[in-house]
C-alpha cells in the first residue's frame, strides 16, 4: 500500500542540507490547496498562495537575500509554501513544469512538489455546496471542468513527489499528514525522525487511503457476537480482554512486532518521514481498535512517538446508538 494517496509517493532527495527548502502546493480546484498552505503555516512554513506564474523566477531569485540585499542565512530561512494551480494568474501546465524542473536543478534550493487529488463525486459536491462555477467550466456543468482539469493537470501529478487525496481527509487528519511529511523542514535543527500513525478501519468503509502498511485482524474472534461485550469498544478492558485471550492472538502479534520493528530504521535511512500503518477489521469497532492500540503502546514504550487514529469508530457508535433507538 502506498500513502494517502492514488498516486506514488517518490523520495525527497536533501542534497543540499544547507538549501532553503520550498514546498509547491498544487492539484485540482477544491481539493484543499488553501486549507493546506493554512496548516503548512501553522507548522512553521511562510505560505503564499495564488502566486502569478510570471512572479515565481522573481521571487526566487530574492530568497537567498535579505531586506538589505545582502546573504541571508539559510539556517535562518523559514521553508517556503507557494499554492499555484489552474486557477492562479497566467497559469501555464508546460511552463510550470518547466520552472519546478529549473528549481529542482537550484542547489540553493531542496524542492517538493505536493499535489492534492480527490475524487470527482465530492469535488462535485464541494462546488454544489458553495454554488460556485469551475474555473475551467464557467458555463458547462461542474463535471465538464473537474474532467478538463484532470487532463490538464496529469503530467504535473505524475512529476509530483507527494499525492495527497483529501477525499475522506479532515483538517485535523490532513494536518498530521503535512507535519510527518514537511514538518522537519520547519524544524531543521531538529533531527529528522520518522513520524508514525497506527489507524484503525472498518473494512466496510473501505482501505485508508493514507496507509502506508495494511494488515488484516478479522481472523480474531469477534467480540460482536457477544451480548455483552457487542455495545463496548475495542478501547474497553472487556473487550480487550476477549481479544487477548484468543489462541491466535499472542502469536500474531509477536510476528506483527517482529515484522515491523527492524522496518522502521530502514525507512528512516531511506528519507521517509511519515509512516501509516493500518489494522483493520469488519466494522472498525472492536479487534481493529484494540490492535491498534495495543501496537500503538508498544511502539511508545521503545520510545517512538505515534499517533492513534481510530477512522470509523466514532461512526460505529452513532450506528449503534440509533440502531438501539429504533428497538
Known amino acids: 500500500m502506498n500513502d494517502f494517496t492514488s498516486g506514488a509517493e517518490k523520495q525527497v532527495a536533501d542534497s543540499n542540507p544547507a538549501s532553503r527548502h520550498i514546498l509547491l502546493v498544487t492539484g485540482l480546484a477544491g481539493a484543499g490547496r488553501s486549507t493546506a498552505l493554512k496548516c503548512l503555516e501553522d507548522l512553521g512554513f511562510e ?6 506564474l510570471d512572479l515565481l523566477p522573481s521571487l526566487l531569485a530574492g530568497l537567498g537575500q535579505d531586506a538589505l540585499g545582502q546573504a541571508a542565512l539559510p539556517e535562518m530561512a523559514k521553508p517556503l509554501a507557494l499554492g499555484i494551480d489552474s486557477r492562479t494568474s497566467g497559469f501555464s501546465r508546460d511552463r510550470f513544469i518547466d520552472l519546478v ?6 542547489r540553493g534550493f531542496t524542492v517538493s512538489l505536493l499535489f492534492l487529488d480527490c475524487e470527482d463525486e465530492v469535488l462535485q459536491r464541494r462546488y454544489t455546496e458553495t454554488r460556485r462555477r469551475h474555473p475551467l467550466a ?3 456543468p461542474v463535471a465538464d471542468g473537474i474532467q478538463r482539469e484532470r487532463s490538464l493537470m496529469a503530467p504535473v501529478r505524475d512529476r509530483a513527489d507527494l499525492v495527497l487525496d483529501t477525499t475522506d481527509t479532515a483538517i485535523g487528519d490532513l494536518k498530521a499528514l503535512l507535519a510527518g511529511h514537511f514538518g522537519r523542514h520547519a524544524a531543521s535543527a531538529r533531527e529528522s525522525v520518522l513520524a508514525l500513525t497506527v489507524l484503525s478501519f472498518s473494512y466496510r468503509k473501505g482501505l485508508p487511503r493514507e496507509a ?3 494488515f488484516d485482524v478479522r481472523f480474531l474472534e469477534n467480540p460482536y457476537y457477544n451480548q455483552d461485550l457487542r455495545p463496548l469498544t475495542g478501547e474497553d478492558q472487556a473487550v480487550g480482554a476477549a481479544i ?14 517482529s515484522l515491523l520493528w527492524p522496518l522502521l530504521p530502514g525507512y528512516e535511512a531511506e528519507g521517509k518521514s511519515y509512516l501509516t500503518i493500518a489494522i483493520g477489521c469488519t466494522g472498525g469497532r472492536h479487534r481493529s481498535v484494540y490492535v491498534a492500540g495495543r501496537l500503538a503502546a508498544w511502539l511508545r514504550e521503545r520510545g517512538r512517538a505515534v499517533t492513534l487514529r481510530h477512522r470509523d469508530l466514532a461512526q460505529s457508535l452513532t450506528q449503534g446508538l440509533t440502531q438501539g433507538a429504533r428497538k
Open 101 to 106: 524542473e529549473a528549481m529542482r536543478g537550484d
Open 244 to 257: 487477548a485471550r484468543d489462541p491466535a492472538f499472542p502469536g500474531f502479534f509477536a510476528a506483527l512486532t
Open 138 to 140: 464557467p458555463d458547462r
Open 47 to 52: 505560505a503564499v498562495d495564488n502566486l502569478p
Open 212 to 214: 502506508d502498511l495494511v
